[in-house]
């Protein structure tokens, strides 16, 4: 996720950009640039790192123009470097792109492109939008962006500018946000409100599919099918802070809803339903590496270990290679059986929980070959594994981890199903099966986050509740777990997750009317040994809230709240299934006054032992 921003009007743009690109660093800072039209010339400067770097770099390199456009980075395609950061050029420094999303056939364009003659200088998927549109380039800048388009699959928001041409910045969104900032005699645009509330309050929210043409007095926008529209602005009344959470009064809350968003970014471009076919490129196992696989073994710390247990269920059922889940601190100080045979999956958000670091140290150490599953470009744990699996989840903000959770899971189950079509030990079926129920996932979860208002009122009848169980089976018993960890994490209050099945050798002992249960109760082999169990805490007196699904009707004189989730194959349900829990957390902590995006005591990421 990153932050574009454009300015055209009196002002020097490079002042405007800059001062939209600090309000939009929050997007994601691993390098950042600014492109301007100066007397016929483009003037780039680009940076690594944090945007003061940038700032440096312009001061010492001064530019000047009054139509211009920039970008923050969150990498997603090439690692953070001067040349992968935006803006990018087609051949000649004629046209200059910024983008934020991904392109998902940019291998097939760029090869295309090169032997058409064009030269590339990046790693990343967004200079061949420059290119195509130089291809496409006839002297009108509107023309050519719209035909370089239609050859792109994928999201995006970008602006475009060219040399020859500094009456017009041309911007155009699919599948990622982008906004118009309209004043008198000058236009501002923005991936959102935040980076241009300074300047105006009056926005055109920009529709998918929309191709914009913007002049200091002009706005002229087409839709997805080249017809002209009108799209009204509206007066934004939001505060900068309000801005950045985009309305939402909290990040975390905000990483919540983006849920359908991520899931889709992350499984964007790695499934092929012509194909039937998952597409990994950087994990560059050969089949004869992947069938010599003896032993999986995962290693991950709080909810990423949580994502890790799930995934254990799947590659032993899909891949029929014995899976284990270790928690990276008990890891590294045990004695590891591991060898050149044995694949060690490292799942962390951050990249950089010391642990977890280390584990992978070791398990390099002894010949293993590793996997990263990571949010963070570049991050230590990327980069020093064998390969990384990318969860295009933009920066996770928030201390409780969400989207980076169910962007975690979207990628394991990709990791599964590739690792179990190399070694055909799938049908074609069950392949496009899933490819097809992967694709309708990013809708249910939509209708799983209408559910928050109905968590909202569950979640004021246990506000002041001093402990909680939460029980689940099989697949599910890890969100289990990860409803507690985020209950304690962000409200303080005392929870536990516990197999189900597992009360009755102690725990139910605890049951009583104090000890409220939190159950998962959607169908599924075990359904019936669930509902047996929420009868036995039921029976001691416990308020029971169950996630179920509708068909599930005998759970409601089984249980006093019911939350019920659209109904998906068992094998996704996790997915679904932790989002009631994610909303229950987050609206107990609100209602007890705590600090959700930065609970007590804890860190976003724990660098340290
Ligand atoms: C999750 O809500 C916590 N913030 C914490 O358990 C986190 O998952 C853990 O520290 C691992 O972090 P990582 O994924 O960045 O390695």
């Not at 002002?11 to 800072?29: H, P, Q, S, W």
């Not at 691993?30 to 010339?41: F, L, R, T």
């Amino acid at each position: 996720m990153c932050g574009i921003v454009g300015y055209i009007g009196k002002k020097n743009a490079v002042d405007v950009i800059y001062c939209g690109l600090e309000k939009l660093e929050y997007r994601g800072y691993d390098s950042a640039g600014i492109a301007v039209i100066d007397n016929k010339k483009i003037q780039r400067r680009r940076s690594i790192g944090k945007l003061k770097n940038l700032q440096e770099n312009i001061k010492t390199n001064s530019i000047y123009g009054n139509i211009g456009i920039g970008h923050t980075r969150w990498a997603t395609h090439g690692k953070p470097s001067q040349e992968n950061a935006h803006p990018h050029t087609d051949c000649n420094e004629k046209i200059v792109v910024v983008h934020n999303g991904i392109i998902e056939n940019y291998i097939e364009l760029k090869k295309s492109l090169q032997n058409e003659g064009h030269k590339f200088s990046s790693q990343t998927d967004t200079e061949v939008i420059a290119h195509l549109i130089e291809k496409y380039y006839k002297n009108d800048l509107l023309v050519a962006v719209k035909l370089a388009l239609k050859d792109i699959r994928g999201s995006y928001a970008i602006c475009a500018i060219c040399k020859e041409d500094k009456s017009r910045i041309v911007v155009a969104r699919k599948d990622a946000p982008l906004v118009i900032g309209v004043a008198l005699g000058e236009k501002y645009i923005a991936s959102d409100v935040s980076a241009l509330l300074q300047y105006t309050k009056d926005v055109i929210f920009l529709e998918n599919g929309d191709v914009a043409e913007i002049k200091e007095d002009s706005i002229k926008i087409f839709d997805i099918d080249d017809n002209v529209v009108d799209r009204k602005s509206q007066k934004i009344l939001w505060n900068a802070i309000q801005a950045e959470k985009c309305g939402y009064k909290h990040f975390m809350l905000k990483e919540i809803f983006e849920q359908a968003q991520t899931t889709q970014d992350t499984f964007r471009g790695r499934i092929s339903d012509e194909l039937n076919k998952i597409i990994l490129e950087s994990i560059k196992l050969t089949k004869k590496e992947i069938l010599s696989i003896s032993r999986i073994c995962i290693v991950a710390c709080g909810t990423s270990y949580h994502a890790g247990l799930i995934s254990k269920f799947l590659f032993e059922k899909f891949t029929e290679i014995p899976t284990e889940v270790n928690i990276a601190s008990e890891f590294r100080y045990c004695s590891p059986v591991i060898d050149d045979k044995v694949l060690t999956i490292f799942i962390s958000q951050s990249g950089e929980t010391a642990d977890t670091l280390a584990a992978l140290r070791l398990a390099r150490g002894k010949k293993s070959k590793t996997i990263a599953i990571c949010n963070v470009v570049g991050s230590s744990i990327s980069r020093e594994a064998n390969y990384t699996l990318y969860t295009h989840c933009g920066p996770e903000i928030g201390v409780a981890s969400t989207k980076a959770f169910t962007g975690q899971l979207t990628a394991l189950y990709l990791l599964v199903m590739y690792i179990a079509s190399i070694k055909e030990v799938i049908s074609n079926e069950q392949l496009a099966n899933f490819i097809s129920g992967l694709r309708d996932i990013p809708n249910k979860i939509s209708e799983t986050l209408k559910l928050s208002s109905q968590i909202e009122e569950i979640a004021k009848l246990f506000q002041n509740t001093k402990q909680f169980i939460y029980l689940a089976r099989n697949i599910n018993y890890p969100i289990a777990l990860e409803g507690a960890l985020k209950l304690k994490e962000i409200s303080y209050i005392y929870a536990e997750g516990y197999p189900a099945g597992e009360m009755k050798h102690g725990p139910i002992a605890l049951i009583d009317e104090t000890m409220p249960v939190m159950v998962i109760a959607t169908n599924s082999k075990v359904y019936e040994k669930v509902l047996s169990n929420i009868e036995e805490a039921k029976a001691r007196g416990a308020k029971i809230i169950a996630i179920a699904n509708k068909s599930n009707n005998d759970i409601v004189k089984n249980s006093d709240y019911q939350i019920f989730v659209p109904e998906v194959d068992d094998f996704f349900s996790p997915l679904i299934n932790v989002i009631p829990l994610q909303f229950f957390a987050y609206f107990v902590s609100v209602m007890k006054g705590c600090d959700v995006d930065q609970p007590r005591n804890l860190a976003k990421s724990v660098t340290v032992e």
